[in-house]
């Protein structure tokens, strides 16, 4: 189940500008007539200042420059002229600018210089140099670089007078110990190091702390073009997120050389994992978390047996499900090999992160069906192509669920140490997402610079993005003997259980990664940014043995709070389905994400919850069909509205254009399989066949491939959208095969939990028998 998560800055304002196109004098003129324009009236004092004036000023200016530093963004005159500003006006250092443009031989048209027009631009830096917001008065970020001498920028960001006329051959004393001391800060280094080690442009972001050490680590990649947040913003109210993180320059030198180390390990030699006290022994009462235990002992044996041949006599249905597979195989084999997602209508590919992620996210499928040759032939792939040292963002949730869950899923029913050794080094890499104020995680993270933001297009992380990461991260630590996997992922738990904002134990959507508080509260869904929260509570206390009662008291209290705020039954079939609530308003909208919960609640029941969630989950597993069975297609759309009032076309499920599309989703048939598994009715059998074979009718591509659609009401032209998801190899053909196996032992739930996206974990340690 995929959760579907997928900033203008705030800054000092300068003189007003004179407009676009205007442009100041060639030369300095004098009197009232020469001020810079948007100055004040009164004449300006001259620029002068004692030699401890001096030095107190870039004093301030250097620490505001280190300030910048520590918080991992570029340096820019807008720390240095803070202080220039403050003492004498935006006039005085506007003054200051405009003498060492004109007089120090720049001949570049920047930004905000008063000889060219207040026009911006959005390019990132990319080259040495410094970024000049006076003038033009526009914010910082959105500027280009003033190509002028750095001692020269230094000097005027210090509030020093650099003359009336022509440049001087040399600057004063007082000067050039105001530009050493701000050039120090900018470079990091003393003026007897730039001498004789010159520094290379400062192009990246601040690199990750010193604890957070992934394999094969650079001290500098090549820059790529900002990529934009792969899914489409809400209509947010933005603001500009800060920055707080540790000196970057602290520990270089020894992440490198345990990088160094931990590469010659990894291709020399095969780990010794281990795991701590607690993770695979039966529970007793009062047993400790296992975060919380003493020191890891030697690695544990695995719970779940491995599967040595899961398809030896498949039926009917589950070899048309192989053959779906390899059909999508193909097409993505042919047309995308090693690459995101397959593009079966243009036969081409699309990158996100550029990892192979429907490769990597099918991995365990194939195994689970049988395709050994397919499977060796992708593991060689892992083995030989798959390298996370890589100038690229991931979304830590997308990545977690996918990569590193597909890794250890692999792991864990093949038993080959090659894809352990991969998801520790990947694991590694998303630690950085982990650095902020609040412990919430930043929403993406660079895995070869170890840079974390949050999205682009607001400062908050979504509930479900950090909130669904827990058992890839917990079985991570389980497996390496590491406990800054879990503890990290464990500690967002825990914050997110001490919050309020809450209702009935329903979360708003939105957490700030910096105040660790709800964001765009009294709005409430089990749809997209929600629904894997409620999920992961629940297989969080199935995965560790049900012993974290906390877990479990937030899963109940959640569940009471759907049946009183979001539960509704529809006209006019009486169709029970989970609503969304905005600032006390109900909306009958449900997104066919929902449809994870009828699983849910079945998994739930059969661990021991009440047996009324079995009820209710068989009442909504009805309605998922319905969403279904309503549409010409027998595909479900992305959205649908249920009537509470009777409908002349007596259809209880309302569809809107912009919500018809099908992206082959997992979730009504995720539902399927845990409902059959846990009451053997096959009538959820015989309902995934019907999906499979509209799957086969409106979305297989001749060439390999299935596409997802952007009609399922129309059954002559669902209009093909050229994309296949990696988790329709990943979830809904695994789904879909284990539904139609009648062997309860195929991926047992009592020893195994899935992730999010369908990828079995282990459950630690299964209660004895009574």
């Known amino acids: 189940m995929d959760a579907g998560s997928r900033r203008p800055v705030a800054g000092l304002r300068g003189p007003p500008s004179s407009g676009r196109g205007s442009r100041a004098p060639e030369s300095p003129p004098r009197g009232d007539a020469g001020r810079f324009p948007g100055a004040h009236a009164e004449p300006r004092p001259r620029l002068r200042a004692s030699g401890r004036a001096v030095r107190r000023r870039a004093r301030a200016s250097a620490e505001a420059v280190r300030s910048r530093r520590r918080c ?66 526009a914010p910082p970020g959105r500027l280009r670089r003033c190509h002028v001498s750095a001692a020269a920028a230094a000097g005027a960001a210090s509030g020093l007078h650099l003359g009336d006329a022509e440049p001087r051959p040399e600057l004063r004393r007082k000067q050039k110990l105001a530009a050493a001391l701000v050039l120090e800060a900018v470079d990091g280094r003393s003026a007897e190091e730039q001498k004789t080690r010159p520094a290379d442009p400062p192009v990246l972001p601040a690199p990750q702390k010193a604890d957070a050490h992934p394999e094969n680590m650079q001290g500098a990649l090549p820059q790529k073009p900002q990529r934009h947040f792969r899914r489409g913003p809400p209509n947010l109210h933005l603001r500009a997120p800060g920055k707080d993180s540790e000196d970057p320059r602290q520990g270089d030198t020894k992440r490198r050389d345990e990088a160094v180390g931990d590469a010659h390990q990894e291709e020399s030699t095969q780990r010794t994992v281990v795991s701590w006290r607690g993770a695979v022994i039966e529970p007793q009462p009062g047993t400790e978390l296992p975060s919380r235990k003493a020191e890891a002992p030697a690695r544990p044996s695995s719970q779940a047996p491995r599967i040595q041949n899961p398809a ?5 249905r589950q070899r048309a499900v192989i053959d779906a597979f390899r059909h999508a195989w193909a097409g993505y084999r042919k047309f995308a090999w090693g690459h995101d997602e397959l593009k079966p209508v243009s036969r081409s590919f699309s990158e996100w992160f550029g990892l192979g992620l429907t490769l990597i996210d099918a991995l365990d499928t194939m195994w689970i069906l049988g395709l050994k040759k397919e499977f060796e032939e992708a593991r060689k792939w892992v083995s030989k192509k798959l390298r996370f040292q890589k100038d690229v963002d991931v979304n830590l949730f997308e990545s977690t669920i996918r990569i590193l869950g597909g890794l250890l899923s692999a792991y864990h029913l093949s038993g080959d140490e090659l894809f352990l050794r991969k998801a520790e080094d ?56 590491s406990k800054k996997f879990q503890e990290a992922a464990e500690e967002v738990t825990r914050h997110v259980h001490s919050l309020s904002g809450k209702k009935d134990g329903l979360v708003p959507m939105f957490i700030n990664t910096h105040s660790g508080l709800f964001t765009h509260m009294g709005v409430f869904t089990l749809g997209a940014r929600a629904d894997s929260y409620y999920e992961y509570l629940l297989k969080q206390w199935i995965q560790g043995g049900k012993q974290e009662t906390q877990l479990l008291e937030d899963y109940l209290e959640a569940i009471e709070g759907i049946r009183r705020h979001l539960l509704r039954r529809s006209e006019p079939r009486k169709l029970t389905f989970v609503g969304e609530l905005a600032h006390g308003r109900f909306s009958a909208k449900m997104d066919h994400l929902v449809c994870f919960l009828p699983g849910t609640l079945a998994l739930g029941a059969h661990h021991g919850l009440p047996a009324d969630h079995m009820e209710l989950a068989r009442a909504l597993m009805d309605t998922c069909y319905q969403m279904n069975r309503q549409m010409e297609t027998g595909l479900s759309p992305e959205i649908v509205h249920f009537n509470l009032y009777p409908q002349n076309d007596h259809k209880d499920v309302q569809v809107k254009p912009a919500d018809r599309h099908n992206l082959l989703r997992p979730e009504t048939v995720e539902s399927l399989f845990y409902l059959y598994r846990l009451t053997g009715d096959r009538k959820y059998q015989d309902w995934g066949w019907e999906i499979l074979q509209s799957f086969n009718t409106y ?12 009609n399922v009401q129309d059954p002559l032209n669902p209009q093909p959208r050229d994309k296949m998801e990696s988790f329709f190899l990943g979830e809904t053909l695994k789904y879909l095969y284990l539904l139609f196996s009648d062997d309860p032992d195929l991926l047992s739930l009592d020893t195994y939990v899935f992730n999010t996206e369908a990828h079995p974990l282990p459950i630690w340690a299964p209660p004895r028998e009574v």
Request: glycine share 12%.
């Open 72 to 137: 991992g963004r570029a340096p820019t005159p807008w720390d240095v002229n803070t202080r220039a500003q403050a003492q004498w006006g935006w006039e005085g250092a506007a003054q200051a600018h405009w003498r060492r443009t004109r007089w120090a031989g720049c001949g570049r048209r920047c930004d905000g210089c008063p000889q060219v027009s207040d026009q911006r631009s959005p390019r990132p830096l990319s080259e040495p140099g410094l970024l000049t917001p006076l003038g033009g008065g």
């Open 312 to 316: 030896a006599s498949p039926n009917e």
């Open 426 to 481: 990947f694991g590694n890499r998303l630690m950085p997402a982990f650095q902020t104020p609040s412990k919430i995680p930043y929403s993406d993270v660079n895995i070869g610079t170890g840079a974390a933001h949050p999205p682009r297009w607001t400062s908050d992380s979504t509930v479900a993005e950090v909130t669904s990461i827990q058992l890839e991260f917990r079985e991570l630590s389980r497996l390496t003997g």
């Open 699 to 710: 979305t297989r591509v001749p060439s390999g491939g299935y596409s997802s659609i952007s």
